[in-house]
DNA sequence: TTGGGTTACGTCCCGCGTAACGATG
DNA sequence: CATCGTTACGCGGGACGTAACCCAA
């Protein structure tokens, strides 16, 4: 029973501030509660697609060759930003048409997307360390062949470990 | 110029031995360059939602229940996790129709899909820090209309700070 | 035979590229 | 007026849910 519903989720976290160890005592009278909240979008919550292009972003300080770094349109840098700004709840960049700069937020927040996305990086190689592992070596011409061959091969018994190397000069 | 290409990428990975500190010498013939490749699926590497299922999965060792915690049809766990599996190259999970266990890979790899979750988490942290934060406290009633209005007007204007709080008893 | 993971298939949403627009120096 | 980020719009692909399948205890 969810049936085609994928309903919107409101996260709520709630902060119960801790009384003062001074002042302890449960009167029952008025305990403020803050509710922080945030709003999930449907689907996904921070994507990594955003934090790639807005390291890019921040590293060129630039959207059109940040684009073109990622291979994609420019709207595409635009939007995906703003989505994640939106999500986020922070500007992270001042845009005017001659200059781009990184907010205070966009500072840490960049920060705190590289070591995320290190950290994916480290799920992959986690999984590199047990796959099996193709190692080609060849000199020039069959390359691409070979290398396509060995794409199919793997992809089919990822656990095998194929090796068909040669030496080149 | 790119125009709607899109073009599968194939990430390669070239590991040059380094030679031994005693025989060294840049003698000219073969050097043995292992390519270690990886082949990237179109569209984004591993995606967090994938990290998420695997760990609920993990969680649960149970298909099923672990939909049921990420309020999702249980196929789509399936499919995802295969691609997972796919895309990093090894099994995570033994599947038996009476039995979930994780591989050794799927241990190594549930650990890092873990730090990586926390690594993007702290993403929204330090975002939130920075952000225009809403408090809202309210008795019953209310509630959910406050919190709707309040969601709508932070998300016009996340800088702001909005503060309508009441105490509760 | 039943519990439970997988495959097939149709549908809908999301994200991209192109094109037009807008703002700022 | 030029540069460069944003909005509008149509389209294709991907991901989900339902349903059917299959395999083991």
Redesign the pocket.
Known sequence: ??????AEQTEIDVHVPTPAPGLAGNQNQGCRTAIIWRHR????RV?L?ALR?FVTVADE???????ERL?????????????LERELGVRL?D??????RLTEAGRRVLAAAREALAAVDRVRVAARECAGVMRIGTGAGQFTARLERGIDALRERPRDSTSCSSTCR
Do not use: C, K, N, T
């Open positions: 029973m969810l049936a085609q519903v994928r979008r449907r689907g996904d994507e697609r292009y300080l630039h959207f059109g060759r940040a684009a291979h994609i349109a420019q709207p595409a840098v635009s939007r995906r930003i703003a989505a960049l845009r005017s048409p001659r200059r781009v």
